[in-house]
Structure formats: C-alpha cells, structure tokens
C-alpha cells in the first residue's frame, strides 16, 4: 500500500463520516480486487467471494465510526472483512477437499506431475481452505499479504509471536495431510519480519 | 513436491479481475443501507430499571408471604397447645416445623409469583 493510497482512504473516511455516502465508492474501487481475492481465497469460488467482498465492505461502511486510526485503514478494513468471511464460513463451509487425491500425485513421475501441476496447486489451495479455521487463516492472510509477518497479525488481531506459531502449526498439519516431507519453508524470512 | 514447493504454491496466486458491475452493485447496496433508518438500540435503561423493579416487588413479595403465612400457622398452633397442656411440647415443635415449611413455600412462592 502506497502513502497516497493510504491519504486517500482517509479523505474517504472523512467524507463518508462527515454524511456523504459517495465518499465510499474510492474506497470501493480501490480496495474491490483485494477483498475479492482475499474472499476467493477461502472459498475457491468467485461469485461466492464477490458475495462476500460486498458483505464485508457494507460492513466496514457501518462500522466506519469505529475505525479510530491506530492503524492503517486497510489494516482495519481487512480486519472486519476477515471477521465477515469467518462469519459467512461458519454459515456455509467450502466444499471438503479430497486430500488423498493430493497425496496420492507425490509418487508419480515427472510428466505427469507437469501435466498436473495446475490441478495440483488448487488442490493444494483448498487443503488450506479446509484446515482448521485459525490455521486456515493465518496461512490465508499471510501469503495474500506477501508473507509480512507484521501486518498478518495486525489483521488476525493477534500478537506477533502467536501468528508465527499459528503459521507454524498451520504449515505442519498442512503438510501431514499432503505428506510432504521437508523442512519449514521460509522460516528465515519470518524471523527477519 | 516439497515443503518450499508447498511455499511456492501458496504465494503464487492468479489475482481476480472484479466483476464490471460488482463497484456499482457494492455502492447500491451503501447506499440503501445509509438512507435506511437507524436500527433502534436495545432499551438497557429501561430494562435495568425494569429488572431493578422485579426484584423489588419479588422480595417484598415474598417477605409478605413469609410474614402472613408463619403468623397464621404460630396463631392455630398456639391455641391447642392452650386447650391442653399435654400437647404443649409437641404442638409447639409441630408448629415451628409449620412455620417453617411455609417459610420456604412462601419464599418461593412470593419470588415465582413475582417473576410473571
């Protein structure tokens, strides 16, 4: 996020709080990609997610009062759409992934695993969307926001130190299911967050 | 595959194009819910003071009925044990144990009485 975006949303802020709704609809052009995406991936279904992402920014439009400027506004924001999405999760879960499908493409040649690679990935993606929902979260919010550790925890509303264990714990169970055998990615990067 | 291919998989995502219309639709939606009236707040003053009221007119309730009900039970009582003097003792150990019997049912009467 870029400081004249960040000004922006604030002067949309102002204005939305001052009684003019149409101060909303910068917010709303800027910030539609990002919420849809993060909402997609949860549910791995499009109109799903922009269902959600218009949840989420009716609810940040009502709780607008409630942002106080402690952090950035898009840390708040992903904040409350966040708590939509668990919300609308918990009302309707993603279909469950067949993980021994995932599994069952570690022994196979080469080849194949190319021809397989993009069914491969989602499947992979949607093991994570099936994870338990704190694990799911955190590995969600981490990777959409370029894995900052720092920012990750802002948005779970949790400490830094409680994030990385969630990611940690997160990725183990991840690769239980999937039976990968390896280290910890990107641990290093973590610890320099 | 690997843990660092598991990484890989999990940063590289396609981003989504937003639908052409959902902006507008979003905005619609703002604004049915601006020009909507304000949901009424929940009435906790009324409602404490409500409680506060129950509570009051429950234990004065139930203290009136503690009250009439051991008199009535000491006044019977207290007459056979006037009549004849062999069932004093026994009489009078019958009637406190009236007494307080109708003390409990008379608590729980006068705070379920009240409480409707």
Known sequence: MDRVEADL????VRRVLAGDPEGFEGIVRRWQG?????AYRFVRDRGRAEDM??????????????????????TWMFSVALNVYRSS?????????????????VGR????????????EELVRRAVAALPPRYRDALTVFYFKDKDLAETARILEVPKGTAKALLHRGRKLLQRKLGVLGAAPSSAREAHA | MTADDLDRILASEEPLIPS????????????????????????WHRFLLGLLVMLALSGLGGWAAVRLHAMEALGSAFGYVLADPHLWLPLAGAGVA????????????GFTGASR
Do not use: C, H, W
């Open chain 1, 9 to 12: 949303d604030l002067v949309d």
């Open chain 1, 34 to 38: 990002p919420l849809i995406n993060l």
């Open chain 1, 53 to 74: 992402a218009q949840e989420a920014f009716l609810k940040i439009f009502q709780q607008l009062a409630r942002f106080r400027g402690d952090s950035a506004f898009s």
């Open chain 1, 89 to 105: 999760l918990r009302r309707r879960a993603p279909p469950s992934v067949p993980l021994d499908a995932v599994a069952g493409m």
């Open chain 1, 109 to 120: 040649s080469a080849p194949q695993l190319a021809l397989e690679e993009a069914q491969r």
């Open chain 2, 20 to 43: 052409s219309g959902f902006a507008a639709a979003t905005m619609e939606r703002v604004r049915e819910s601006a020009s909507a009236p304000p949901p009424l707040p929940f009435p």
């Open chain 2, 98 to 109: 009236l007494a307080g019997t109708y003390l409990l049912v008379g608590l729980t009467l």
